[in-house]
């Protein structure tokens, strides 16, 4: 890189504006949108799709809900005219779809698309020629008229050569795109787009889509948004023409773009799935939908069932799916950071017990659910996770709700395996570590036998006996002892044992169904008498039970160490 880059490279000129509307503006309903997957994105494929996958792609889009969708170039390669063939000879497209085709204005390729297009239902017919400053200058070294003349002739011939195909039946519009745009005289481009309009003779009624690209992103988001507005304040047939937009990615702001490109007054989107297409792509239909679902508009888009549309994706593109791409990747429903857990753990907490219908989960800007990925697991454990996941992949996948007061203990369990590992860990581990500590801590004090007697008084008391033999290391000894419940019983009849320097804190039990099998699980809290805490925990199929091996692990653990 170089020191100073303004010795290289020329900024950007923004449009002057003393006032413009679009900041205040809200996007409330989706764009017509366009797919350019089969055209934009093919092109840009290291192994263009061949007609199978290009089948199965179009498929997946007219599935999505796609209307408008550009099947290629068709008068550039054979194999896009003979996939253009296909899919209207095999009847492949729905009748409220509409194909759209690219052509560049030049004659002979005009000619041929017409052919390509034949016996088809609805069609966009696209053609295009470069505007901007820069192409003009360094490609086509052409003055305005001169492009200028390149579009209105194609324009010509266009409207000419659609007579016969408009009077056997086919319903074709037409699309203009002034390719470059981004960079082109915002004056030149109404210019040359009105003419475009008006060789078409575009109506209210018979409205031509003008497709404005960036071509290669150029600009801050705001900047083109002022463009667009600009651009649609100036032309004069604006009643006549849908604005369309075509934003590529090369700043990494195409979904900005798209979005404030829509403030201003854009109507049409063009874009691919995951936002394949040249160099740093075009923009991802996926996100734009979404993003609009999430503000609560509906996108008019389903991607419920995101997994398996990536799936085709990147088996027909060869191309991968970041993990972070939004909405889409492997991990953007994944936390792995502790304080993001727990802030997950309570809001999941927060939705259950108050029935809200709102989302409402921080860190989660969407359901899972709602894209088809409520099965992943949303939170997963390394060394950045906290007490909070720990405890989350405890009662989501396995069922163990432990007490809050548990947590920071077991979470520093699993934290120094993380550490010790040095990689995540799998929920099957977190359950093993979980077992192993709480568990099956049954030794060195073990119950082998009991018995408990309980009777209720005339005022409604109860009072309850117990008696048990415990096995020791050092061998078996028998404890007795009385409470008003079992566990106040058991812990009374241990606590002439050498277990009396334990007093009992606290205690919860739950169901715990595995499979057909229910169990009773009973968590206890006790403290020693240096007043540290000492978790155990106790599984049974007789809840009277749970509790008692509970105690008994919590203080097999206290007295490991
Ligand atoms: O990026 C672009 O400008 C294009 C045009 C053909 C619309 O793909
Ligand atoms: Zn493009």
Known sequence: MIKEPISKYIPFVPLK????????????????????????GNQALV????????????????DIGVKEIEIGFPSASETDYEICRELIEGGHIPDDVTIQVLVQARPHLIKKT??????????IL???????TLQRKVVFHMDMEGITKIATDAADLIYEMSKPVLEQGMNLRYQYSPESFMGT??????EICQ?????LHATPEKKVILNLPTTVENCMPNYFADEIEYFISKLPSRDCAIISLHPHNDRGEGVATAEMGMLAGAERIEATLFGNGERTGNVDMVTLAMNMYIQGVDPGLDFSNINKIREMYERCTKMKVGERQPYAGELVFTAFSGSHQDAINKGTKYMEESHSEKWEIPYLPIDPADVGRAYEPIIRINSQSGKGGTAFVMQHTFGFELPKAMHPEFGHIVQVETDR???????????????????????????VRHSFAEFTDEEGHSHVTFAGTIRHTDGSFQVQGSGNGPIDAFFNAIHGQKMDRFTFVDYKEHAIKRGSDSQAVAYIHLQDQDGKDWFGVGMSHNINLAPLKGILSAINRAVKG
């Open 126 to 132: 696209h053609f295009y020629n470069s505007t901007s």
């Open 185 to 190: 005289e915002m004056d030149y481009a109404v």
């Open 17 to 40: 504006m003393e006032r413009r509307a679009w900041p205040d503006k809200e996007i409330t309903q989706p764009p017509i949108w366009c797919s350019v997957d089969l055209r934009d």
């Open 47 to 62: 192994d263009p799709m061949n007609l199978q996958e290009k089948l199965e792609y179009f498929h997946t889009l007219v």
């Open 114 to 123: 017409f052919e390509a297009i034949q016996g088809a239902k609805n069609v």
């Open 195 to 199: 003419a475009v309009l008006e060789h």
């Open 421 to 447: 590992v040095g990689t995540e860990l799998k929920p099957e581990r977190i359950y093993q570590l979980f077992q192993e500590n709480y568990i099956d801590a049954v030794k060195p004090y073990e119950l």
